[in-house]
């Protein structure tokens, strides 16, 4: 059973702002930007809306092409803020200091630029945290760096007292940013982040700002709850509530799934589907992650290939590809024809090494003692062995992209066998699909006159389908004649056994109000109102 409406509830409103992969938005001034109290007794605080224009979105592409090295080390080092962002105000110290943070799922520490912070351009644009005026400011002094994306931002810790709407948190312990080493913080809109994950994944151990929350008994019900707008003719940009559900929010009733790895909000989803059918990876299960902090849909490449193939979206040529294929393809159909395990398919022609499966993660189970039963999760608390990167075009690099490739390959031939396709229709396909190939920067084109013939795409989560339309998936930035019509699903490739992986950020969540159940480890999807 979901959270109830009882309890004290406590709304942020949210401001939103649609960076959409390479965009920003324009400010539009509200009448007012400070709290007040509704009639149901809610504090509710007044944001801001920004429109779109060509020259941010310039801006962020760029940025993107300085700082769009992708990680497998953990998913806050995958984070790119530059995408799209919902955010809000908190405040810091006595008097209080104001700063605009991103209310992010996907990791958990509260930082904001600190007046320490001279050499960084994103700080010299941005308000900063100046701890000398602050009478309940508590010097801690460790150093701390969080890596992102899009760049990381370190600093040191501090502690002082945290206001968000109108709840106080006492003694909360934060970082007060002195570098800010990306492009992507200077061309922000925001001036930090209030991370909302587990403290599992808290840089330091610090304790993140919900926990106080709960410790200090700030809420009656540990659960806090999102709604996205996503209505660009809409002056609202939704509502992040603490301590419950607003039921003006959704229809129906939510879905919930257990938290299976108690670090970020992962869960288990089912097969993936475009136009109702199956694209073969996900049959048996994927881990994906609802993320606040990001703005798009990110997936395994080999499926991403799938749904531009379908929806008609311009990615890079991959000559790789096509060279694997041509070279490989008829050993490929072979082998899988015979019966051989698609897994090894590829140590069988030789592009993969085989390798001993990794041990497996320690299972730790939770008991809470106010939920009805103990929940079993995986805890991410073993620090990740830092890997030494292959350089680039060495033997090993290459040979990984080949097995990468080759998996990918695989798996699209024995989809087409289990639709019972010919051979001469499969190899097609998986000609059209190498051409369908994300870009390296992720972005993928689509005709805008297309949208009405563009199929519908599904995630499958506890037992139920959840579909997304064209107009939901699709982005549109600009008005015409320069209107743009981007995917809203980019590559995302994280190795076993964290991965396969999928990342549901903003565009999931705009769609499915989500609901985030702390007291009993789960999280919850209904449709939005």
């Known amino acids: 059973m979901g959270p109830g409406d009882d309890g004290l509830v406590l709304r942020v409103t949210l401001c939103l702002l649609v960076t959409l992969i390479f965009s920003s938005l324009t400010c539009v001034s509200s009448s007012s930007s400070s709290s007040s109290s509704s009639s149901d007794g809610l504090i509710r605080i007044g944001l801001k809306r920004r429109n779109l224009d060509l020259q941010s979105m310039e801006a962020s592409k760029m940025a993107k092409r300085l700082n769009g090295k992708s990680m497998d080390a953990d998913i806050v080092s995958l984070k790119n803020y530059m995408d799209a962002q919902y955010y809000g105000e908190i405040s810091i110290g006595a008097p209080a200091q104001t700063f605009t943070v991103i209310f992010d799922t996907g990791s958990s520490n509260l930082w904001i630029p600190s007046s320490k912070c001279f050499l960084s351009i994103a700080c010299l644009v941005h308000p900063r945290y100046k701890h000398k005026q602050s009478i309940t400011y508590k010097e801690i002094g460790d150093h701390v760096a969080i890596h992102y994306g899009s760049g990381s ?35 922000a ?39 996205l707008n996503r209505d660009p003719s809409s002056n609202e940009g939704g509502e992040l509530i603490f301590g419950g559900v607003d039921p003006k929010h959704f229809k129906g009733k939510h879905t919930y799934v257990p938290i299976t790895h108690k670090g970020y ?17 996900c049959q048996h299960g994927c881990a994906a992650i609802v993320d606040s902090g990001t703005s798009l849909l990110a997936g395994p490449t080999s499926i991403v290939t799938q749904i531009n193939q379908a929806i008609g979206a311009a990615g890079v040529v991959s000559t790789e590809c096509k060279q694997i294929f041509n070279q490989y393809g008829g050993m490929i159909w072979d082998l899988l024809v015979s019966g051989v ?6 140590a069988d022609i030789g592009l ?23 929940n079993k999760i995986q805890m991410v608390v073993e620090e990740e062995e830092e890997e030494e990167e292959a350089p680039l075009g060495s033997v090993s690099a290459v040979n990984d992209a080949f ?9 699209w031939v024995q989809n087409e066998l289990r639709q019972k396709k010919t051979k001469e229709s499969v190899f097609s396909y998986v000609n059209q699909l190498c051409e369908s190939l ?16 563009l199929p519908t795409i599904t995630f499958t989560i506890g037992g139920k389908s959840f579909d997304l339309t064209p107009e939901q998936y699709i982005i549109k930035t600009g008005e ?37 159940d702390y007291g009993n480890l789960q999280v919850g999807f209904a449709r939005a109102a």
Request: charged share 10%.
């Open 352 to 374: 993969c090494i085989s390798t001993p499966p990794p041990a497996p993660p320690v299972t730790v189970t939770a008991h809470n003692n106010e939920s009805t039963s103990g």
């Open 153 to 187: 931002v370190s600093g040191f810790l501090s502690q002082d007292n945290v206001i968000v709407g109108d709840l106080l948190i006492k003694n909360q312990i934060f970082m007060e940013a002195t570098r800010e080493g990306s492009f992507t913080f200077v061309l």
């Open 265 to 281: 909000w992962q869960f288990e989803m089912g097969d993936f589907l475009i136009a109702s059918h199956s694209t073969g990876f």
């Open 403 to 411: 097995c990468s490739s080759c998996q990918m390959l695989v798996l």
């Open 480 to 516: 015409n004649p320069v209107t743009i019509c981007i995917s809203g699903f980019i590559a995302l490739d994280v190795s076993p056994p964290r991965g396969p992986l999928w990342i549901l950020g903003d565009i999931f969540m705009g769609v499915y109000h989500t609901v985030f």
């Open 438 to 453: 994300p870009s390296p920067m992720g972005e993928s084109v689509v005709d805008c006159n297309t949208l009405s013939t």
């Open 189 to 227: 809109k925001f001036d930090g982040i209030l991370g909302l994950g587990f403290q599992e994944i808290s840089v330091g151990d610090v304790v993140p700002v919900w926990y106080n929350m709960m410790n200090q008994g700030l809420v009656h019900e540990k659960v806090f709850s999102f709604w």
């Open 341 to 346: 395990r698609a897994d090894q398919v590829c």
